[in-house]
Each structure stands twice: as structure tokens, then as C-alpha cells.
């Protein structure tokens, strides 16, 4: 399968800034990436479908001004949550869909602490 | 919409012992993929297993094994001679390829402790 990279692994930031995640395939043309979050012991909850080249769809009730996503070649996709609050904190994860095997690789996942 | 459910928030079980995990879902679609994702305290995502619709025999991997019960909407997974390195988060996982971008929809997760 695709290997897929999250960067940074752990992120402390401050409350009213913004932190950037990265998320990058390998080895592998990612068309289309997915962004999850998850809080401890809980699901994943699917927040935005990031396409290359094209403007991110987020799921209801995610803030896109919130949760900027940003996907501009076939190897990365990017996340910034801006002005970050304390409930922010989670557990970000992507993805990376292959449109013929029906499946999707997993990012190793970033974990956001908003202090 | 789609919806998968897990009954069990929590399971244990000792090790060498086989275990079955619960999940249901509700679609009226009939082409569709199943999954039971492994995710243990690393957090790293595990695919442990895939199931197409379409396809009557059940899946297996080694010791993991589904039970798929399409007319009943039933996708259970067991785990026969359950080690330690088994205890993790599961989750159950439905996808309809294409119509929804290939979207994963996940169960609420079973958390399974395996014992010494």
C-alpha cells in the first residue's frame, strides 16, 4: 500500500495562533486526501475531503475558515487550524483515497495540543 | 445516509481465546465495501480485513475472520487465538465507492483488551 507521512507528529501551540499540519504521500499520486479528527477513546469524525487542485469540500458543520486546507500538488495537502482554542485539540489524521482499490492509506496522525 | 453501529464500547478477553466483534449498518445500497480497522495505542490506523458486498464468501486474514451477514446488515469480526499484541481500538467501517468520493463512515469503535 501507499505510504503516507504526517508532519509534525505532536504540535503544542498557544491559543490565538495558527498551526500548520502537513500531510504527504510517498509514493503514491494522492488525487484526493481525506482529513479526519478524533478525540481520545472516540471515532473518527470526517471533516474535509481535500481534492488537488481544487477547493477542499468540508463536511457540515466544520468551519472552513476554521480548518483551511490546502492542496496543491499530487504529494501534499496541507491543514492550518487558525486562531486555535483549547477545543481544538485533537487528533488530526489523513488519508489518502486509491480511487481503484477501494481503500485508503493512513497518515501516521498529528496530535494538536492548544494551550 | 449511512450509518454503522458497534454495540460493545469495551470487550476483553483472554489470550489464546477467540473473540467476536459486533457492527451492523444501515444502506440501501448494494455494492459497497466493509472494513474492520485496528488502532492500537500508537494511533497508527491498521486495515485488519476488507469485505466487498458482492461478494458472498466471507473474508479472512490469519486469525481474523468476518462473518457477513448482507440481508441482516451484519459484519462481525472474530479473532480466533487472541494474542496481547491484539489489544486496540477496532472499528467497523463502510464505503461506497464513488457515489460519496469514497468516504469512510466509521462505527463509534470497540476497545479490546486482551489478557495474560
Known amino acids: 500500500g501507499a505510504v503516507v507521512s504526517q508532519h509534525p507528529s505532536w504540535v503544542i501551540c498557544k491559543s490565538g495562533t495558527s498551526v500548520k499540519i502537513e500531510c504527504r504521500s510517498l509514493?503514491?499520486?494522492?488525487?484526493?486526501m481525506f482529513w479526519y479528527r478524533q478525540f481520545p477513546k472516540q471515532s473518527l469524525m470526517l471533516m474535509a475531503t481535500?481534492?488537488?487542485?481544487?477547493?477542499?469540500?468540508?463536511e457540515q458543520g466544520v468551519e472552513k475558515d476554521k480548518f483551511l486546507i490546502n492542496h496543491a500538488s499530487l504529494t501534499l495537502s496541507t491543514l492550518t487550524v487558525t486562531s486555535a482554542h483549547p477545543e481544538d485539540s485533537s487528533f488530526y489524521i489523513c488519508?489518502?483515497?486509491?480511487?481503484?482499490?477501494?481503500?485508503?492509506?493512513f497518515g501516521p496522525g498529528t496530535r494538536l495540543t492548544v494551550t | 445516509a449511512q450509518t454503522v453501529t458497534q454495540s460493545q464500547p469495551e470487550m476483553s478477553v483472554q489470550e489464546a481465546e477467540t473473540v467476536t466483534l459486533s457492527c451492523t449498518y444501515d444502506?440501501?445500497?448494494?455494492?459497497?465495501?466493509l472494513f474492520w480497522y485496528k488502532q492500537p495505542p500508537s494511533r497508527q490506523m491498521i486495515l485488519v480485513i476488507r469485505?466487498?458486498?458482492?461478494?458472498?464468501q466471507n473474508a479472512t486474514e490469519n486469525r481474523f475472520s468476518v462473518n457477513f451477514q448482507k440481508a441482516a446488515k451484519s459484519f462481525s469480526l472474530k479473532i480466533s487465538d487472541s494474542q496481547l499484541g491484539d489489544t486496540a481500538m477496532y472499528f467497523c467501517?463502510?464505503?461506497?465507492?464513488?457515489?460519496?468520493?469514497?468516504?469512510?463512515?466509521f462505527g463509534a469503535g470497540t476497545i479490546l483488551r486482551v489478557k495474560s
Open positions: 469485505q466487498e458486498a458482492y461478494k458472498q
Open positions: 488519508t489518502l483515497a486509491a480511487p481503484l482499490a477501494y481503500e485508503q492509506y
Open positions: 467501517a463502510f464505503m461506497k465507492p464513488w457515489e460519496y468520493g469514497n468516504k469512510l463512515v
Open positions: 444502506t440501501s445500497e448494494n455494492n459497497y465495501y
Open positions: 509514493d503514491f499520486q494522492a488525487t484526493t
Open positions: 481535500s481534492n488537488e487542485g481544487s477547493k477542499a469540500t468540508y
